[in-house]
């Protein structure tokens, strides 16, 4: 894309942002949510954040194809072992990156 | 807040890296990270904007990536109501996964003890950090981005501070159940494409929710 049309798209993917981001924020008195609902999309974030970690945990991404193939014995899983401990160990997110990190790259060279 | 900075950092870091080897230049990839701000719509568009598709195709993709934020949106919609339309804009504009997790893991229903005030500060001091850290990113990216071997895998950082939001989520038995509905149904849509598999494990494990506790209900009668 040339200079204009690549602004005219950033512009364009603002928009998309701020209106995806605010939508029931702007216009959600309008369109009310029955508390009975609301209540169950408390496990809204916690279900968003296990698809976007999964696929970078126990798949690898086929560069060819570009499809996710399941893969188990990768660094990537000890990775996330090792941060799951440090998580249980220390309650920390800080700790939780160091040790999954170490547990990473010690695997990276194993495997 | 500033716990989590690393992951973001290190996210942001490869988010760009991407950016600029899909052949975007540095001062617009700064632009784009100021301006459209939301990681995983813009590696989505990365390819199209390469490929000089239709402004429709990039706006609709990243309107599907991004649609998970619609739900995000009800959710903190009560805690917020009653502020005017334009503060609503600027609580919203911001929003991200991680923000959003936390923000909810702290303040889980609207009607909290400690008061309006706390919960609009404690959101916007996290989302203005995050963005913040995010854009540090972007900026080492662009500068020094090319130092950085790929093989050292930084980026895994990111997905290690979201582990760290994930397990004192699920801390009861609707929660787990639900959390497993959602990481089944992830496995089962990973390859659909934008990146719908999110929206779907999000649907998934709200309905899971719902149908385990209409389930203890029942056996309580």
Redesign the interface.
Same mark, same amino acid.
């Given at each position: 894309?040339n200079t204009v049309?690549?602004w005219?798209?950033?512009?364009?993917?603002?928009l998309?942002?701020?209106l995806?981001?605010?939508?029931?924020?702007?216009v959600?008195?309008k369109f009310p949510?029955p508390r009975s609902i609301?209540e169950?999309?408390?496990?809204?974030?916690?279900?968003?954040?296990?698809?976007?970690?999964?696929?970078?945990?126990?798949?690898v991404k086929d560069p060819a194809t570009q499809?996710?193939e399941?893969k188990l014995y990768s660094?990537?899983l000890f990775?996330?072992i090792g941060?799951?401990i440090g998580?249980?160990v220390t309650?920390?997110?800080?700790a939780?990156?160091i040790l999954?990190?170490a547990f990473?790259?010690l695997a990276?060279f194993f495997i | 807040m500033l716990?989590?900075s690393?992951?973001i950092i290190a996210w942001s870091l490869v988010t760009s890296i991407s950016l600029l080897g899909a052949g975007l230049s540095p001062i617009?990839t700064f632009?784009?990270n100021i301006?459209?701000?939301?990681g995983?719509?813009?590696l989505a568009?990365m390819p199209l %904007?390469a490929g000089?598709y239709p402004?429709w195709t =990039?706006?609709l993709t990243? $309107?599907i990536v991004?649609?998970?934020? =619609? #739900?995000?949106?009800? =959710? %903190?919609?009560?805690h917020?109501?009653h502020y005017s339309?334009w503060q609503?804009?600027g #609580?919203?504009? $911001? @929003?991200t996964?991680?923000s959003?997790?936390k923000f909810?893991?702290k303040f889980?229903s609207p009607d909290n003890s400690q008061g309006k005030q706390v919960e609009l500060l404690y959101f916007m001091g996290m989302v203005l950090s995050h963005w913040f850290f995010w854009q540090i990113g972007a900026l080492i990216a662009i500068f020094f981005g090319s130092y950085i071997p790929i093989?050292?895998?930084l980026g895994?950082?990111?997905?290690?501070?979201? #582990?760290?939001?994930? %397990?004192?989520? %699920?801390k009861h038995k609707?929660?787990v159940i639900?959390?497993l509905v959602?990481?089944g149904?992830? =496995?089962l849509t990973? @390859?659909l494409p934008y990146r719908l598999?999110?929206v779907?494990?999000?649907i998934?494990?709200?309905m899971?929710?719902?149908l385990v506790?209409k389930q203890s209900q029942k056996k309580n009668i």
């Open positions: 894309m049309d690549l005219i798209a950033f512009f364009g993917l603002m998309v942002s701020l995806s981001r605010g939508s029931f924020l702007l959600g008195s949510i609301h169950f999309l408390r496990y809204a974030p916690t279900a968003a954040l296990i698809a976007i970690v999964l696929p970078d945990v126990m798949f499809l996710f399941l660094p990537q990775g996330a941060g799951v998580f249980l309650n920390s997110i800080l939780t990156i999954g990190m990473f790259t990276r | 716990e989590s690393p992951g617009d632009w784009f301006l459209v701000y939301a995983s719509s813009q568009v %904007i000089d402004f =990039v706006w990243a $309107l991004m649609s998970r934020f =619609v #739900i995000f949106s009800a =959710v %903190i919609q009560p917020f109501k339309f609503r804009m #609580i919203g504009s $911001l @929003n996964d991680m959003f997790a909810i893991e889980p093989s050292w895998g895994f950082a990111g997905p290690l501070a979201l #582990i760290a939001l994930i %397990i004192p989520a %699920i609707t929660a639900s959390a959602a990481a149904t992830c =496995v990973i @390859n598999t999110i779907c494990s999000v998934a494990g709200v899971a929710a719902v506790d």
